[in-house]
């Protein structure tokens, strides 16, 4: 008999960890509702050809595909197999697994264009799924929780996805975390104060890497990449220049005295910092970072991702504006801006600081002892009446030994046990022995309830 | 440019459908975890190695398989090629889509065995995947909500799962529905009295078709399978007899004088209604139907289905007992019942019966209308204090004409507008404009909150 396992790279969830999931999750939909996003979802199997291209070569590789239904070979030839799996590919597969949520969520909004009322604001948390080498931290499938408001320019848009960060991390209580936020227009502008007018890709690649290679590195790569050394020098200052935001966006505004772009970069900055100021947040965990690039090249106005202070991790969320997120499906001037939470990092930033409340330990709040057929009757009629005022309650479904029946209680985290003995019956009492402090007594029905509601 | 599509048998589900369905599973999942089931998920791929030959030569053909990563030729040859897709399958596909939902827990339980205290109430709600013939209501992708109690015998969990059912169907409102009861040691207890002792197989699949075929069909059927005429007459009392549902147990208990598995099946019905009296249902929607039978092989006590009464649709959930649910990898005498409710089906029957409630139809409660810039700021105020009292609120983005931002409320079902003029500012009073019957008056912003809260 072989020893069942699961693929590399995904993982099962079992109860405790479903609820600091669903905490996670919980706390982010709240917040999309809250700001008026309302939810989607797109089917896990999409046609490889909405897929492909759509990620980079990369990204193509790293997509899985599903073997068409039946005899699938009934297309394909000899000469196929001979050529490669390449060459097969498109005979044997037409369908490959959800690589993300940003080109279902735009193959929806061009299917749809005619029932949409814009500007859309949508959210969705599902899964996707992505060939990497796993490795810790990185999954084969993991969940993706994605914002986005397609359909206007505003920048009221971009405040607002700030906050929403704001207002997740602050209900998570993480007690220390960095926004950093930049705009592709400032890059843009930076390439054209240092003479690599158009080569704004090769520089965000570059300094995407700067965390992880450092400094000198980053300069060696952009000198490959044919940025002169004068370019590097007029580089420098955006480097070294260190202060508050606004000290940042006055340094800015004179270093782009001749680039339009990058004085428009700032100008949005400014708006959105504007709007910000209305929210009144204690603490808007904001910085500026000029170095910011973020590798995806469909972005074109602000970007921004969040750092949690203090642990090892990558960033735990990413977003940005782009002007053009259905073009490749034939619909114009679609433009938008999206976030991204990423829940798996989330959950162990969380996990390494200890920041998940007591109450996720818990599903069961009540287990009633089974004491055998005679007492089995009012033990559901009391479980009936705990669970009416939404107290999850079970009954030991077996006449086991007290000491299995305890412990199943000790081992499911249960706070609280109910005995019910004949003479407690005629009295109409309850023993409710609190598994924490080790606490018995006896109450009346009303009692119990609330003593048991109060602990919550 | 290609007009893109997603894939045969499967769905999209926009804002007001995703509403629907929440709706659903949370009435669910809220009667689940008051019952003291926990949840669990597992990966959306298995190893083939998992899921081959778990659900009978055409559940292997239904299942959609995953090519390999990277050069998925690599291990076969071009007489696996010749010798066409079963041969090459193994070769270039490892991992499939799950199924259902029942076999990657039994995988789960068994590989977690150690860790799971027994007995394990789990639920678990994820969408399945199955290379059907899409029709009318049946897709290629769907969800199912499963939950089951295994490593006991005890028949509290059979009472358990019709209270369950009953809680569910209560909630969603639906205001006829019967639940249709059985066990597979009656309907062993009936081969045994008609003499077909052995043939239960034959037997269950034959009457299953019942409602499908009518009686003389599935009578031609079991002779067809060897049933003698004999046979045919001793059951047709089975089929003929009507009456409640303890007139019924007790013609049984004469039928099966002779067999003693019949008479087991008769007591552990009398076990869980005994149970079940003490739930104090106010309707218990039970129906004892002898002719249940349940196509799957696996269960070996109580079988149950509901029917929704007065809609032209097949059973909306259906689950039972079995004896030996991880067998198939090696762990033996792990017992336990389960039910399964089909979401897309319930879905189907509340929207025929127009039984989603009215809140459903909206997300956002408020949009705050956008006079631009010199409003922003009040308006962005206004948003964060309703969203801080939880009302779900945007602002609209764009300083737009009136008229299209009303039509956009409008679209969006949204039940409130405010308006913010500089006048108002001045006396600290909002414009609120309730969309469904058109009044409109100013309010201080404490009446405001309470004037939306009270209408929810």
Chains 1, 2 share one sequence.
């Not at 428009?264 to 959105?272: F, H, S």
């Amino acid at each position: 008999m072989q020893k069942p396992s699961i693929p590399r790279g995904t993982r099962d969830f079992g109860p405790l960890q479903m609820a600091k999931r669903n905490y996670i999750f919980n706390t982010i939909r709240g917040v999309y509702e809250r700001y008026g996003f309302a939810q989607l979802e797109t089917p896990t199997m999409e046609n490889l050809s909405v897929l492909t291209g759509k990620y980079g070569d990369e990204g193509d590789q790293l997509l899985f595909k599903v073997l068409n239904s039946g005899d699938f070979l009934s297309k394909s030839k000899a000469e196929d197999f001979e050529s490669g799996s390449k060459t097969i590919l498109p005979k044997i597969a037409e369908k490959g697994l959800r690589y993300d949520l940003t080109v279902p969520f735009a193959r929806y909004v061009v299917m749809h264009r005619n029932d949409i009322t814009f500007p859309f604001k949508r959210y969705q948390i599902q899964p996707v799924w992505r060939a990497d080498r796993p490795q810790k931290g990185r999954y084969r499938e993991f969940y993706q929780c994605d914002a986005d408001v397609v359909g206007t320019d505003s920048l009221i848009c971009e405040s607002e996805i700030i906050a929403m960060i704001n207002e997740v991390f602050t209900a998570l209580r993480l007690p220390d975390f960095t926004i950093k936020l930049n705009n592709r227009k400032i890059l843009v502008g930076i390439t054209e104060v240092i003479g690599a007018e158009g080569k704004e890709g090769d520089f965000c690649m570059a300094i995407d890497k700067l965390d992880k290679i450092g400094l000198d590195k980053v300069n060696e790569e952009l000198i490959q990449k044919g940025f002169s050394a004068k370019s590097i020098e007029l580089l420098k200052p955006i480097f070294e220049f260190d202060g508050t935001i606004s000290e940042k966006l006055t340094f800015l505004k004179d270093y782009f005295s001749e680039s339009e772009t990058g004085l428009k970069g700032v100008a949005e900055t400014e708006e959105i910092l504007n709007y910000l100021s209305a929210y009144k947040l204690e603490n808007d965990h904001l910085e500026l970072d000029l170095t910011l690039a973020r590798g995806l090249s469909y972005y074109t106005g602000t970007i921004f991702e969040v750092k949690a202070n203090g642990v090892q991790i990558g960033s735990i969320t990413g977003g940005g504006r782009y002007d053009n997120l259905t073009g490749v499906f034939g619909l114009k001037d679609v433009s938008g801006v999206g976030i991204s939470f990423g829940v798996d990092r989330i959950y162990d930033v969380l996990e390494e600081l200890e920041l998940y409340p007591e109450s996720t330990a818990t599903q069961v709040q009540v287990m009633i002892v089974n004491f055998g057929q005679t007492m089995t009757t009012q033990g559901i009629q009391l479980m009936q009446s705990l669970r009416n005022e939404g107290i999850r309650t079970e009954i030991y479904p077996d006449e086991a030994k007290m000491k299995k029946q305890m412990s199943y209680a000790n081992n499911l985290n249960i706070p609280f046990v109910v005995m019910i003995g004949e003479d407690e019956i005629a009295a109409g009492n309850y023993t409710l022995k609190n598994m924490i402090d080790g606490e018995q007594a006896a109450y009346k029905i009303d009692d119990l309830i609330s003593k048991i509601k109060n602990s919550r």
